[in-house]
């Protein structure tokens, strides 16, 4: 059995280096070989004739670490298995996407508004829109680009000076509105879910950010996971069709809401909170799923 790790063309981070090495070493004990590369060499085209053709030959699956979702698509389309599957990695690119599929669910998350699409780069903000948000959201409130991994692209906005800031910068992007849960300012926690159950979890706590993530500062910690989260972070994983995720759960008065799903999410920093082999699960997983 043979597989590749594809990477983002233009990024390179250690957390995305760390998590290539450690899959490579835990598939190595299984006797699989796993070649890593950057997604920058069109590893598949439609041809004259209009059929899909793949340069990876040879692979019995890939394990896709990049959110474009062009490549996936054109990958499977030549019939290569990918973990994720492209749908899965579209749906969890976008977080507006994401939110409506798990919409009507039964799945706790915070209020939340499309942000207005938007052309042209000398037009106005629509302020009675940013005004609406504001009367249903309540303030604070979080504007949100709909793309975006690590903490970036996220504000809070306390006032209307600072939605109009924050509206401004995300006006010529796909973006969001989301009501702030107070109760979890600063803190939240992360679910890693393999194969359709929550395999580890940890509290992220910042160091001062209204944001938990650890790119931006916070720090995680062993927490006995409660049953409504795991609950909520298994089904969230069963219906965006995820082998593989990071569901990011907030702490509300009464209940947890469901924030984000990374079909992506690092798992350096929780494998070293948890003690947890994330790699070594995840190896695992995919190779029981090509066997059967």
């Known amino acids: 059995m043979k597989g ?3 990477t983002n063309a233009y990024t390179d981070i250690p957390q995305t280096r760390n998590a290539c090495a450690r899959l490579k070493e835990e598939f190595e004990k299984y006797g699989v070989f796993t070649d890593i590369r950057r997604n920058d060499f069109f590893a598949a085209i439609i041809s004259d004739g209009g059929n899909i053709k793949s340069k990876l030959c040879g692979y019995d699956f890939c394990i896709y670490l990049d959110k474009d979702k062009y490549i996936p698509y054109m990958l499977e389309g030549a019939g290569l298995k990918l ?5 899965a990695v579209e749906l969890c690119d ?5 939110a409506l599929t798990l919409a009507n669910s039964g799945i706790p998350m915070p209020k939340t508004l499309p942000g207005l699409l938007c052309y042209d780069e000398k037009a106005p903000l629509n302020e009675n829109a940013l005004h609406i ?7 604070p409130l979080i504007v949100k680009s709909s793309f975006g991994s690590m903490g970036t692209g996220v504000f809070r906005a306390d006032d209307f000076s600072q939605l109009k800031y924050a509206a401004g910068r995300l006006k010529m992007q796909p973006h969001l509105f ?10 939240d ?3 890693i879910v393999i194969g359709g159950k929550a395999v580890a979890a940890m509290e992220r706590v910042s160091g001062g950010d209204f944001r938990s993530n650890i790119a931006a500062g916070g720090k995680g910690r062993r927490i006995e996971l409660p049953v409504r989260a795991k609950e909520i972070a298994e089904k969230a994983a069963r219906i965006l069709g995820l082998d593989y995720c990071g569901a990011d759960i907030l702490f509300g008065k009464d209940k947890f809401y469901l924030c984000e799903v990374n079909s992506n999410a690092f798992f350096d920093g929780i494998e070293k909170v948890t003690g947890v082999n994330i790699a070594g699960l995840y190896a695992g997983h995919i190779i029981k799923t090509i066997e059967k």
């Open 4 to 6: 590749i790790i594809l």
């Open 83 to 87: 973990f994720n599957s492209a749908r």
């Open 94 to 98: 976008d977080k507006m996407t994401t």
């Open 133 to 139: 948000a504001a009367e249903e959201l309540g303030y």
């Open 178 to 187: 989301q009501q702030y849960i107070k109760e979890s300012e600063g803190r």
């Open 189 to 191: 926690i992360r679910v």
